[in-house]
C-alpha cells in the first residue's frame, strides 16, 4: 500500500472520491513547491483519466500524503460550522465552466482550472447551510465568483505568480447570520477574483406589434412637380 492508501496492484475500479482524494495530494505538492505548474498539469490529467486504483500509483509514489488537514479559521462559540462531507467537484483543463442562476452548491467545493477558467455565480444559488466552502486551484487559468451584497466573504487563499482580488464587506455583510463564502486554495499563474453585484433584473418582455404598440403616422413626401 502506498501512503495514499491506493494499492499499485490493485484492479479495483477508481471512484470520484478516490480521484478527488489523488487532487489533493498534487494540489498539496504544487503549493509546497514540489511539482511545477506543468508537472502538476499533467498529473492532474492522469489522476481524471485512471480507471483503477493502480494507476493512480504511479502518479502519486514520489509525493507524501496530503497529511492533516490544516487547521480551521478560528470562530467564536456562536458560529455555526457546516459539517464536513463530500463536495462538488468542477475541473476546467483548456476550457471553462459556470454555474449561474439557480443552482444548488455543495458544502464544500473542489474547483481547479489549468488553462482554463470558471465561474460561479452565487446571486440565486440555493445554499445548503450558512456557509460554503470553495478550496480552488488555479494553474494558467482563473476563477470568477459573483456574490450578492449580503453574502460575507473570507479569503485564506495563496497566490504565487498570480493575483488575488476579492471585494471588501458590505453593510449588507457584516450583520449577524449573514452567509459566509470560504475561500482556499492556490493560484499559480492565475488569478481569483471576487466581486459583489446586486441580484439580477428581470428581463423586459418585448410588447408584439399586435395590439401592443400604437401605429405611427406615416408622411407622404411629394415631387416638387406633382399638383396634388
Same mark, same amino acid.
Given at each position: 500500500m502506498t501512503p495514499q492508501g491506493f494499492n499499485e496492484n490493485s484492479r479495483l @475500479? &477508481?471512484?470520484d472520491a478516490d480521484r478527488d482524494r489523488a487532487a489533493a495530494v498534487i494540489n498539496n505538492a504544487l503549493a509546497e513547491g514540489r511539482l511545477t505548474a506543468e508537472e502538476h498539469s499533467d498529473r492532474l490529467d492522469a489522476i481524471y483519466a485512471a480507471k483503477t486504483h493502480g494507476e493512480l500509483v504511479p502518479v502519486l509514489d514520489d509525493l507524501p &500524503? &496530503? =497529511?492533516t488537514a490544516p487547521a480551521p479559521f478560528p470562530t467564536s462559540a456562536s458560529t455555526q460550522v457546516t459539517p464536513a462531507g463530500r463536495g462538488g467537484r468542477i475541473v476546467a483543463i483548456f476550457g471553462g465552466a459556470s454555474r449561474k442562476g439557480v443552482w444548488h452548491p455543495e458544502p464544500n467545493m473542489q474547483i481547479v482550472t489549468v488553462f482554463g477558467g470558471a465561474e460561479l455565480d452565487f446571486r440565486e444559488a440555493v445554499l445548503p =447551510? @450558512? +456557509?460554503v466552502t470553495v478550496h480552488a486551484t488555479t494553474v494558467l /487559468? /482563473?476563477?470568477e465568483i459573483v456574490v450578492p451584497p449580503e453574502m460575507r466573504i473570507i479569503d485564506n487563499g495563496v497566490a504565487i505568480l498570480g493575483g488575488r +482580488? %476579492?471585494?471588501g464587506d458590505s453593510p449588507e455583510s457584516v450583520a449577524a447570520g449573514a452567509? %459566509?463564502?470560504r475561500i482556499e486554495g492556490t493560484c499559480v499563474l492565475g488569478g481569483v477574483e471576487v466581486? @459583489?453585484?446586486g441580484p439580477k433584473r428581470p428581463k423586459r418582455r418585448r410588447r408584439s406589434l +399586435? =395590439?401592443?404598440f400604437e401605429a405611427l403616422p406615416t408622411a407622404r413626401i411629394r415631387s416638387s412637380g406633382s399638383d396634388d
Open positions: @475500479r &477508481a471512484s &500524503a &496530503a =497529511g =447551510g @450558512r +456557509e /487559468g /482563473g476563477l +482580488e %476579492v471585494a452567509p %459566509v463564502l466581486k @459583489r453585484k +399586435e =395590439g401592443g
